[in-house]
């Protein structure tokens, strides 16, 4: 039963208390508890299941709460209702897809960082979190074997990496170019390319599936340009791209294409 708008107004008339420390302490016992005895237990847990839309409209499906409710509450629900239903993508015999595992250090990193929310949009904001993004991108490129003058930044995860590195790519295209681009594919690429290419307004007639060789890497090879097939290294421009899709995170996505990809909007325009 929907509270009357007056009796509303009344309570928010004093704004409501915030919670002391005592409590914040309490709220995060009870969150890391869950999380603890949900890692704790992960090999012996099933890898999860699935619901129908049905079942799970039945069992969430509320109308916009006016009031909170006690915290504990909300965890239980979670507990109940939310996370039986999806599967344990960290757990050790869960390997269908690759989706990110996460580790219980990372968890509490995200907590300080959900927590602070730095704002790294300016080094004046964020010096410190701006500086460690440095550390990370160099330990990046000296593992991968990049050299001193590539760049890159870390992206929140591999579809933004991919959206990234094809924007990085096309920049040096003038404008007039850009509607001439062409992306060639594998066919066995994360779909997030054909998002990315999507969003960047690249024509879908510009986007070409080139089958894949052995081990899901012809890729490069197989790139034809009205009838000629040219090798990676004997293509007729040089490169240049390639020092502009030196982000680690994409880099990292090598296998389904998205790092060729990159390489190829360019010279073959
Ligand atoms: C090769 C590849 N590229 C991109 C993605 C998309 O990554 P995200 O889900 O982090 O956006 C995935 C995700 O599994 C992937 O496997």
Redesign the pocket.
């Known amino acids: 039963m929907p509270i009357p708008l007056d009796t509303l107004r009344s309570e928010l008339d004093l704004p409501l208390a915030h919670p002391d420390a005592a409590e914040l302490q309490r709220m995060g016992q009870e969150s890391l508890q869950w999380l603890i005895q949900h890692f704790a237990t992960l090999p012996e847990q099933s890898i999860g299941q699935t619901g129908s839309r049905h079942e799970l409209e039945a069992m969430l499906r509320e109308p916009l709460p006016e009031l909170g409710r006690a915290f504990i509450e909300v965890i239980r629900e979670f507990s109940e209702k939310v996370a039986p239903y999806s599967f344990r993508v960290n757990h050790p015999r869960f390997f269908a897809?690759?989706?990110?595992a996460p580790n219980y250090v990372s968890v509490l990193a995200e907590l300080l960082c959900a927590g602070t929310n730095f704002f790294a949009g300016v080094w004046l904001e964020a010096a410190g979190p701006t500086q460690v993004e440095l550390v990370v991108l160099d330990w990046f490129k000296e593992l991968l074997g990049y050299p001193p003058e590539a760049g890159g930044i870390l992206t929140?995860?591999?579809?933004?990496?991919?959206l990234t590195a094809l924007v990085v790519a096309r920049e040096p295209l003038a404008l007039e170019q850009r509607a001439r681009s062409v992306i060639y594919l594998t066919e066995q690429r994360?779909w997030?390319i054909d998002r990315a290419a999507r969003i960047m307004g690249l024509r879908a007639a510009g986007c070409n599936r080139r089958p894949c060789m052995r081990l899901y890497r012809g890729i490069a090879r197989t790139v034809s340009i009205p009838g000629r097939w040219w090798p990676m290294r004997a293509r007729p421009t040089p490169a240049p791209l390639i020092r502009w899709t030196r982000s680690p995170t994409s880099a990292a996505?090598s296998?389904?294409g998205?790092m060729w990809t990159p390489l190829m909007v360019g010279p073959l325009c």
Do not use: L, V, Y
């Not at 897809?97 to 990110?100: K, V």
């Not at 929140?156 to 991919?162: D, L, R, T």
């Open positions: 897809f690759i989706p990110s929140g995860g591999g579809s933004e990496a991919n994360h997030s996505q296998d389904s998205c």
